[in-house]
């Protein structure tokens, strides 16, 4: 099982940066996708979450300025993310999860520094 995470970088804020999160190893199109998000000295937090059947919530802190979106033929999950807030900083982290049987897999993180 993989998840490789790719996207992250240096951006301004206000900036955008969309990343991507390449699965493998298990059958994509039936787990649940989501992002969480690490930043320094900070616990790991959900930022989105969209489920198998399409449907996305949203961390209150992201809410009109993150976009979670899913390709199962690309077995690949993307998170757009705009006007970007130096609060935003932080390694982001791809995560698949089923319930039945209870799997959890994570990806290796993606830096995400804002900074002007």
């Known amino acids: 099982v993989q998840l490789v995470e790719s996207g992250g970088g240096m951006v301004q804020p206000g900036g955008s940066l969309r990343l991507s999160c390449v699965a493998s190893g298990f059958i994509f199109s039936a787990y649940d996708m989501g992002w969480y998000r690490q930043a320094p000295e900070k616990q790991r937090e959900l930022v989105a979450v969209?489920?198998?059947?399409?449907?996305?919530n949203y961390a209150d802190f992201v809410k009109g300025r993150f976009t979670i979106s899913r390709d199962n033929a690309k077995n690949t999950v993307y998170l757009q993310m705009n006007s970007l807030k130096p609060e935003d900083t932080a390694v982001y982290y791809c995560n698949a999860e089923i319930l039945v049987p209870l799997r959890h897999y994570w990806g290796q993180g993606t830096q995400v520094p804002i900074s002007s």
């Open positions: 969209i489920t198998r059947g399409g449907r996305t």
